[in-house]
């Protein structure tokens, strides 16, 4: 019996990799306590999504467990230690708002919650793969400071700037501001690195632009596009925060996210860290995402502007995947962002 541990199971990434795992023959162990919920409100609910996975297959077992509490978790490692070949930590509190509620919870489910698995990963499944989803929010605000220039419905850089392909894995960390979220995911993203160069586990940090796809419960406070989709569709009105709208996300879907996991899976590496998004394959500005709502709707969206930006928010941000590409370049990016918004579409209406 081979176990893929994942956690986050009911949320996009995790499910997605449930079903993932469970179709190339792993038995899976969800760990997820609808978090979700609780943090965002009835809009994050993933109810729906545990228990479709749980009719998918029997081979997926669902615990209903705290990432925080660590002797909870030892208790499935204890009982299935070395049958467990991966585990994919995916949970986590994933709003920039939502951080400045309660920075001690947002430390401890970003920071503690990872530290808990790398450290049993460590005692009871050494051999296992540790794939980390962190962010990109762990550059802070630095990207705000390349040279932009302004276009009618987003900031750009220049084709001659060396950034034009998208940020990579050697952009600076240090002197700037990151938002409580982008500094508690940090943490866990160098813990995840070091565990690996300390220790030799087989770890991996993915580094994510905006991930995406029509699992995922969006919420005011955390969900870019799904909510952004959600938004235009039932309530015709958006409100976009700062940079008058024309702030620039990469996306990527989550199914081209767990096929870059599977990859590194088949061929691990230890303490590596990889810069993940749709790249300048898949991108777009709110004004830009919200025209391609508009058209494929034929309705007009209220846009309500707010002047301040979040704290340590981008104005821009292309993910650079060149290095993962490099290393595995069997990988082959699906979705672009009118594929995925249609996808969302379908879901919403």
């Not at 509620?101 to 460590?122: A, H, M, R, V, W």
Request: proline content about 2%.
């Amino acid at each position: 019996m081979s176990i893929a541990l994942i956690t986050g199971s009911a949320g996009l990434v995790g499910s997605e990799a449930s079903f993932f795992f469970l179709d190339k023959g792993f038995d899976v162990i969800g760990i997820d306590n609808n978090e979700r919920r609780k943090l965002f409100g009835i809009d994050g609910d993933t109810i729906r999504i545990r228990e479709k996975i749980k009719k998918y297959s029997k081979r997926y077992s669902h615990y209903d467990y705290d990432i925080v509490n660590s002797f909870q978790i030892e208790k499935l490692f204890k009982k299935f230690n070395k049958k467990i070949k991966v585990i994919i930590h995916a949970a986590a509190q994933p709003s920039h708002d939502w951080a400045y509620k309660d920075p001690k919870k947002d430390f401890k489910i970003n920071s503690l919650g990872t530290l808990n698995f790398l450290e049993l990963n460590k005692k009871y499944c050494p051999d296992a793969i540790f794939i980390f989803t962190s962010t990109n929010k762990v550059y802070g605000d630095n990207p705000n400071n390349l040279n932009f220039i302004e276009n009618k419905y987003r900031w750009e850089l220049l084709k001659s700037n060396k950034y034009f392909k998208g940020i990579d894995e050697n952009f600076s960390i240090d002197k700037c501001t990151h938002s409580l979220f982008g500094a508690s995911k940090l943490y866990a993203d160098i813990l995840v690195q070091e565990y690996g160069r300390n220790f030799g586990l087989r770890t991996v940090a993915f580094r994510a632009g905006c991930i995406t796809g029509p699992n995922h419960s969006g919420a005011k406070l955390h969900g870019f596009l799904s909510y952004l989709v959600k938004s235009c569709v039932r309530e015709r009105k958006y409100d976009l925060i700062g940079y008058k709208g024309k702030q620039v996300r990469d996306n990527i879907h989550s199914y081209d996210l767990i096929n870059c996991f599977w990859e590194f899976f088949k061929k691990p590496r230890s303490g590596e860290v990889y810069n993940i998004g749709g790249g300048r394959k898949s991108n777009c500005s709110i004004l830009e995402a919200i025209n391609i709502v508009e058209n494929k709707i034929g309705k007009d969206v209220k846009k309500v502007f707010h002047k301040n930006p979040r704290v340590g928010d981008h104005k821009w941000y292309i993910s650079n995947v060149n290095k993962f590409n490099d290393h595995y370049p069997n990988f082959k990016q699906k979705y672009n962002t009118s594929i995925i918004i249609d996808e969302l579409l379908e879901s919403f209406i």
